[in-house]
């Protein structure tokens, strides 16, 4: 059974390479039932490339109206096949991070499909709360993780920048996957950390209450972002879903998140990269 197609989506995107960057590193993948970012890793020879063969690798997934898990994990290891092939000068290369959503169902029910490769983030809105659904691949985090830093020391810690999965890793990396049931008044935000790096959630909180039209709400985060300081390249999808009523939302609870398996750039960590970027 499918997602009933009278479920619509209202989505807006902005992207902007920053205050201080002569390139904008980050690609996004935005329609149909499809909407990713991608943050590049590597400079003008790699990261651009990378985070641009990643969402061209999964573009063909716009073609359905509900996309199934097996073909996001067919066309994320795709991806991750197109940016470790691509040439890059001596001393370095390509990387890129990937997090976003997709429209799926589960029993017959709507869901999203959230997928997290790195630190770029997807976040859901509700009612004004926000809650971060993917989890940082970061050195940072396992920091915050295991207790040693907290979550506001994470936030200005010199590493906080060093990511420990991407695609075009050396070793295959291993994307995280939720399944969230699609309710009426969730909105879901996506973005490189061009943004968070800028503006904390209380912030893009309070612009995704304030501003209804999903375009007019990623052009203001990425405008407020830059007015921040715009230190990083800076991406920002918003998404909402339409049409729902009670015999087409899902049935599970809100909270019913599981996870289905379990410098100011982005850089990956040196150890298991074999010092490959720099």
């Not at 909402?240 to 289905?260: K, V």
Request: charged share 25%.
């Amino acid at each position: 059974m499918s997602v009933p197609v009278s479920i619509g989506l209202l989505w807006g995107a902005s992207t902007h390479q920053g205050a201080r960057r002569r390139l904008n590193e980050d690609s996004y993948l935005a329609g149909g039932s499809v909407f990713f970012v991608a943050d590049g890793m590597g400079g003008h020879d790699a990261g651009e490339v990378a985070s641009a063969a990643a969402v061209e690798a999964l573009a063909p997934l716009r073609e359905s109206a509900v996309v199934h898990e097996d073909d996001v994990r067919c066309r994320v290891a795709t991806a991750h096949d197109a940016v470790r092939a691509i040439e890059t000068a001596p001393g370095r290369g390509a990387g890129t991070t990937l997090s976003g959503l997709v429209l799926t169902d589960q029993g017959g029910e709507p869901y999203w499909l959230v997928v997290n490769v790195g630190d770029s983030r997807t976040y859901r809105s509700t009612n004004g709360v926000l809650e971060q659904v993917s989890v940082d691949h970061s050195e940072v985090q396992e920091l915050v993780d295991a207790g040693r830093i907290t979550a506001d020391q994470a936030a200005t810690h010199p590493r906080r920048h060093v990511v420990t999965r991407a695609l075009g890793a050396p070793d295959d990396p291993e994307p995280d996957f939720w399944f969230l049931p699609v309710h009426a008044g969730d909105r879901m935000l996506v973005c490189s950390d061009g943004l968070t790096v800028e503006l904390g959630d209380r912030r893009i909180a309070e612009v995704l209450l304030m501003e209804a039209d999903p375009q007019r709400a990623a052009d203001r985060l990425v405008a407020e972002a830059l007015e921040a300081g715009g230190r990083d390249n800076i991406t920002v999808i918003v998404v909402g879903a339409t049409g729902l009523t009670d015999d087409l939302e899902s049935t599970a609870p809100r909270d019913g998140r599981a996870a289905h398996d379990d410098d100011d750039d982005t850089v990956p960590r040196r150890s298991p990269w074999k010092g490959a970027w720099t």
